[in-house]
């Protein structure tokens, strides 16, 4: 906590190993000419040595503000902060990171070591200024720079909804945030999930408050449920499973902060409700700046398809065989750039709740017959054997059979890019109301280490051709359905991919 320092000189280090950084932080305090006493160290050992005094900094003075970067030689920012957090001596002096990062993750990690804010160097100094101008005016809890001007008013209101089955956790959950009196806070308790949901379908709320265990829900399928039915709301995991994987896993599935109860002080449940409504803001600005991009690119490209079509195929003109080869590498390099931005596309509404799943009944043979038979030119033209191995003519199942008909596409146009000769098959099953769909190649395989994160976003097998967004998006897809993927796969031998989905 920052006393009023307005009529003294603050003293403030700057732990900054570029020496660039440091000009340009002197350079802006004194154009402002802040009443600042600007002591600077270059790496995290030296800066720990200073705060402690020791050696040559025995005399040094305590500082009031810490400006820490986070990418250190000798001892890492974050490790610096960590100690800090760990002194009684020290963990009360605001520290503010400036830091080039943009990983959402160092900034979710660090909130937790009580940062008093988190400043990127690209967004300018600015912001770094008026943090200091107000740590001279007057005391600020430690609360993220996008509040802090919020910090004084008493009359901002905060509007929760609690899905706790324990009453007596949920009202000490009420009561500890009743304790910071900088906000008006409103409560509205219920002990299951599909009341909370029916509720937020009526009214509005600033954050939503779950455990993860509920009469009607249970673990994470609780996280699961709400999300696909609610990501335009904060939520924050209260619950008194201990254990840091689970804390990953709910980060995973939209949750914007995990907490175990009683584990948590009023300062570190306020700055995570507030940083909960904040990421959520920032996802909201990215999902809005996709689609904006999505629909900017989109239209021409579809124009300039079209029109390099119907040169190509003579419409407007007979064209020589060079001119033909070269337009229709530019023709795939444009379906090439589609499928890139519909993928992007697709991957940023499933991760904001935006994805449609339309089920209906389909004859799921016929749908594999209709994309293996659009794929069979292509297997054709690289010389390579496309087998269908099914015996049924009609496999009905209850799905959406347009984003199932992706999932295969996607499947194929893999097989088929990574396979120079031998075959593709693809295979169908029924197992215990479950249809399987096989895809499997003769292609180089993939590494075993690489196997496991093929479903991730932005993965490669060993290729490093596209986004990596394709098997990301399938996966999705077939998770929405409640199904399973996986893969096998051996170097210089091929891959398998299968899927299966509930035939209702």
Not at 49 to 58: I, P
Not at 113 to 140: A, H, Q
Not at 265 to 292: C, D, G, M, N, P
Not at 402 to 430: P, Y
Request: aromatic letters at 6%; glycine letters at 4%; hydrophobic letters at 40%.
């Amino acid at each position: 906590m920052i006393q009023k320092m307005q009529n003294k000189t603050l003293e403030v280090l700057l732990v900054e190993d570029s020496l660039e950084d440091v000009d340009l932080v002197k350079e802006v305090f004194e154009e402002e000419h802040l009443e600042i006493r600007l002591n600077i160290v270059y790496d995290g050992e030296e800066a720990l040595r200073y705060l402690n005094r020791e050696g040559f900094y025995k005399d040094a003075c305590v500082p009031e503000v810490i400006i820490l970067d986070l990418n250190l030689p000798k001892k890492r920012g974050e490790d610096v902060l960590k100690e800090i957090h760990e002194n009684e001596k020290l963990k009360e002096i605001p520290v503010i990171i400036l830091t080039t990062s943009q990983l959402d993750q160092d900034f979710f990690d660090l909130h937790r070591l009580n940062p008093s804010c988190y400043i990127k160097k690209d967004s300018g100094l600015g912001r770094l200024i008026t943090v200091i101008r107000d740590m001279k005016k007057e005391s600020f809890p430690n609360l993220p720079l996008e509040v802090m001007n919020q910090a004084g008013k008493k009359d901002q209101k905060m509007r929760l909804l609690i899905v706790e089955d324990n009453l007596s956790d949920a009202e000490l959950l009420m009561e500890t945030l009743s304790l910071n009196s900088k906000y008006q806070w409103s409560f509205k308790h219920v002990d299951r999930l599909e009341e909370a949901l029916r509720i937020l379908s009526q009214e509005k709320f600033d954050v939503v408050l779950l455990d993860l265990f509920l009469p009607d829900s249970y673990g994470f399928d609780t996280l699961t449920r709400f999300r696909l039915q609610k990501r335009d709301v904060p939520v924050i995991i209260v619950t008194g499973l201990d254990d840091e994987q689970a804390g990953v896993e709910s980060l995973r599935r939209g949750a914007q902060d995990y907490l175990v109860k009683g584990k948590v002080s009023e300062e570190v449940f306020l700055k995570t409700i507030l940083y909960a409504i904040e990421r959520q803001h920032l996802e909201r600005v990215k999902e809005e700046l996709i689609s904006y991009v999505n629909h900017e690119l989109s239209n021409p490209l579809a124009v300039t398809k079209e029109a390099v079509s119907q040169i190509v195929e003579g419409i407007k003109g007979p064209l020589n065989e060079d001119q033909k080869h070269f337009l229709n590498i530019a023709l795939n390099n444009i379906t090439r750039l589609q499928k890139i931005v519909a993928e992007l596309l697709d991957s940023t509404r499933l991760d904001f709740g935006k994805f449609q799943i339309n089920k209906q009944y389909f004859n799921f043979v016929e749908m594999v017959e209709e994309i293996v038979s659009s794929s069979q030119a292509s297997v054709e033209k690289k010389g390579i054997v496309l087998k269908k191995n099914w015996n049924q003519r009609s496999i009905l199942v209850f799905a959406d059979r347009d984003r199932i008909a992706q999932v295969l596409s996607n499947l194929l146009d893999n097989a088929l890019k990574f396979t120079t000769q031998g075959s593709i098959e693809v295979i169908i099953k029924v197992d215990r109301q479950k249809v399987i769909c096989m895809v499997s190649d003769t292609g180089p395989g993939i590494a075993e280490d690489r196997l496991p994160h093929i479903f991730q976003k932005f993965s490669h097998g060993d290729s490093q051709k596209g986004l990596g967004l394709g098997l990301y998006v399938a996966h999705k897809i077939i998770e929405l359905h409640e199904g399973e993927i996986a893969a096998e796969s051996k170097v210089a031998q091929g891959t398998r991919i299968s899927f299966s989905i509930p035939q209702k």
